[in-house]
């Protein structure tokens, strides 16, 4: 298995709803990433995880609260979002750090309303 | 802090034709990656390379690096139509686990 899936493909969300993002990936790798894009923009990222343990957090928002339950599985629990937030949320996966390339899920396309 | 800029940003050129354009960044790194995103899609994997020197080619497109003078070209042979995308380059910050992007080149390879 080489692919990285995310779930949903598509989340329309109200500013008080809570949701969650899912990423999985079956390739063994040890960190996992979250960006954000905006149309017409590169990739920002947000968060990494390294062997299941958050390392990096790019000074994002408290309403984007990200979990990593085991080493496949990436979730970006979602609260209170704003409008501004409506992107699309891209997961992505490396053997270890970034000596190897990043694989990059097909992502979702979230709509805060 | 580690910036990454690509030359142009924009592009429209004839099939047929051919065109480099370039990925040049502000710190040392041995590390730089290429990407292509067709419009609503995600980012898929075009080119690793590694080491100063690195050349790799996939059908129309190659790929190479230069670390001293912090520039990796991606050249373009006889471009199709099916090349039309935005192609980004990043880089990693060395012992960081964060990649930088560029802003992207947006291709469009006209008939």
């Known amino acids: 298995d080489t692919e990285v899936t995310q779930t949903p493909k598509h989340l329309v969300m109200g500013m008080t709803n809570k949701k969650s993002l899912k990423c999985e990936q079956h390739m063994g790798h040890r960190a996992m990433y979250w960006y954000k894009q905006k149309a017409k923009k590169p990739p920002e990222l947000m968060f990494v995880y390294s062997y299941e343990k958050l390392s990096i957090n790019e000074s994002v928002p408290s309403r984007f609260s990200p979990e990593c339950p085991n080493s496949s599985l990436l979730n970006l629990h979602l609260h209170a979002l704003q409008p501004e937030d409506s992107a699309l949320y891209l997961c992505a996966s490396s053997p270890w750090g970034l000596s190897y390339e990043q694989y990059f899920g097909p992502g979702t396309r979230l709509t805060v309303t | 802090e580690l910036k990454v800029e690509q030359n142009p940003l924009f592009l429209s050129m004839q099939e047929g034709k051919n065109y480099t354009i370039y990925c040049n960044y502000s710190?040392?790194?041995?590390?730089l990656y290429w990407y292509r995103q067709d419009p609503g899609k995600s980012l898929e994997s075009l080119f690793v390379?590694?080491?100063?020197?690195a050349v790799k080619q996939e059908g129309r497109l190659m790929a190479s690096l230069d670390t001293k003078a912090r520039l990796s070209t991606l050249h373009i042979t006889a471009a199709v139509h099916d090349l039309s995308a935005t192609y980004f380059c990043a880089v990693d910050q060395g012992g960081s686990e964060k990649l930088v992007f560029g802003k992207g080149m947006k291709l469009t390879v006209n008939p």
């Open positions: 710190t040392t790194s041995d590390r």
């Open positions: 390379l590694l080491s100063n020197g």
